[in-house]
């Protein structure tokens, strides 16, 4: 079994990811779908829900991004 991952849109082209590398460990990245831009953090959070508020907060600072209910979707596993 591969590693898990999860994803939440924001708007219609940027992404936030978490990748469950281990159960108490779990690393973010953003990323511009439009663009190709990623952007990693070298930071390891042990709990999932610190790292999805993390993972949002880093994709709104990163591309200055404003959630709201109608743009942003909702975490969801990615199995593709
Ligand atoms: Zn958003």
């Known amino acids: 079994m591969g590693m898990v991952t999860w994803r939440r849109h924001h708007g219609h082209d940027l992404v936030a990811t978490?990748?469950?590398?281990?159960p108490?460990?779990?690393t973010?990245?953003?990323w511009n779908e439009s663009t190709g831009a990623v952007h990693q953090l070298p930071t390891v959070?042990?709990?999932l829900q610190s790292a999805k508020a993390a993972a949002d907060a880093y994709l709104r600072s990163t591309f200055d991004h404003?959630?709201?209910?109608e743009s942003c979707g909702d975490w969801m596993i990615w199995t593709g």
């Open 66 to 69: 404003m959630c709201t209910l």
């Open 24 to 26: 108490t460990a779990h």
């Open 28 to 30: 973010i990245a953003v």
């Open 45 to 47: 959070f042990q709990r």
């Open 18 to 22: 978490v990748v469950v590398r281990q």
